[in-house]
C-alpha cells in the first residue's frame, strides 16, 4: 500500500532517556514533516525536509534531532526526554513544501508518554 | 491573537440536522486554506480545500471570506459517521519558506 508508516506506535520510556521515531513514505514526495500534537490537540510543526534538506526549524529544543537519509525517510532522535515531551508524533509528507495543492499525507502517529 | 482560531465545539446535533463551523485566521497575506478531518486516536486527513469562490463536495461546502479572515465549513445532512474533530488550516509564509498552520479543532458528535 502507499503511505506513510511510522514506528513505533506507542512510545512509553522514562525521563533521561533517548528514543527514535522513524518515518517513511512510498508516495514519491519530495517534502517530509514532524508535527507534535499535544494534549490540547494542536498540531504543531516542529521540522521539515525537501530532498534531504532542512528547510523548516521551528523553535523546538536542540535535544530533537531529525535525520532525513534519503527523501524516503525522516526519523527523529530525542534525546534526554522529559514529561513535556509526552504528546502523539506525526510524520507527514507532501509533494511539495506548504500549501498550494499539495496536502499532506500523515502516518498514523506516535504515542509518546514518558514517565 | 492566535493565527488559527476556532471554537472547540463540542457541536452535538441528530442526524439530519445542518451544522457549520467558523475559522479565523490572522495573517492577511494567507493564501490557502483547507479543511482536515481526524478521528479520535488518528492522524489528521484532507476533507477539502477552500478555493475562494467557495467549493462544495457533496454535503460539504467551503467558504472563504477574505475581507474578514475566516473560513467556513457547512455539513448538510449530517451522518453518524460525520462525528470527528473538524481542524482549520491556513498556509503562512514565514522566515522564506510556506507552512501549514493548524487550528485547535472543532468536534463534532452526531447522535442518532
Known amino acids: 500500500d502507499t503511505a506513510v508508516s511510522q514506528t513505533p506506535k506507542y512510545l512509553v520510556t522514562q525521563m533521561g532517556n533517548d528514543k527514535s521515531i522513524k518515518c517513511e513514505q512510498n508516495l514519491g514526495h519530495d517534502t517530509m514533516y514532524w508535527y507534535k500534537q499535544d494534549s490540547k490537540k494542536f498540531l504543531k510543526i516542529m521540522f521539515s525536509?525537501?530532498?534531504?534538506?532542512?528547510?523548516i526549524n521551528e523553535t523546538v529544543p536542540n535535544r530533537f534531532s531529525p535525520k532525513s537519509p534519503d527523501k524516503a525517510h525522516l526519523n527523529l532522535h530525542i534525546n534526554s526526554l522529559e514529561l513535556g515531551d509526552s504528546a502523539v508524533y506525526f510524520c507527514?509528507?507532501?509533494?511539495?513544501?506548504?500549501?498550494?495543492?499539495?496536502?499532506?499525507?500523515f502516518g498514523n502517529g506516535t504515542r509518546l508518554t514518558v514517565t | 491573537r492566535k493565527e488559527v482560531e476556532q471554537d472547540p465545539g463540542p457541536f452535538n446535533v441528530p442526524e439530519g440536522a445542518t451544522v457549520a463551523f467558523n475559522c479565523t485566521y490572522s495573517n492577511s497575506a494567507s493564501q490557502s486554506f483547507f479543511w482536515y478531518r481526524q478521528d479520535c486516536r488518528k492522524e489528521p486527513k484532507l476533507l477539502m480545500s477552500v478555493y475562494s469562490s467557495g467549493n462544495e463536495d457533496g454535503r460539504f461546502t467551503a467558504q472563504l471570506n477574505r475581507a474578514s479572515q475566516y473560513i467556513s465549513l457547512l455539513i448538510r445532512d449530517s451522518k453518524l459517521s460525520d462525528s470527528a474533530t473538524y481542524l482549520c488550516?491556513?498556509?503562512?509564509?514565514?522566515?522564506?519558506?510556506?507552512?501549514?498552520?493548524f487550528g485547535a479543532g472543532t468536534r463534532l458528535a452526531v447522535h442518532p
Open positions: 488550516v491556513v498556509n503562512m509564509f514565514s522566515g522564506g519558506y510556506n507552512k501549514l498552520i
Open positions: 525536509y525537501n530532498n534531504k534538506e532542512l528547510i
Open positions: 507527514a509528507s507532501s509533494q511539495e513544501i506548504g500549501a498550494g495543492n499539495s496536502p499532506l499525507h
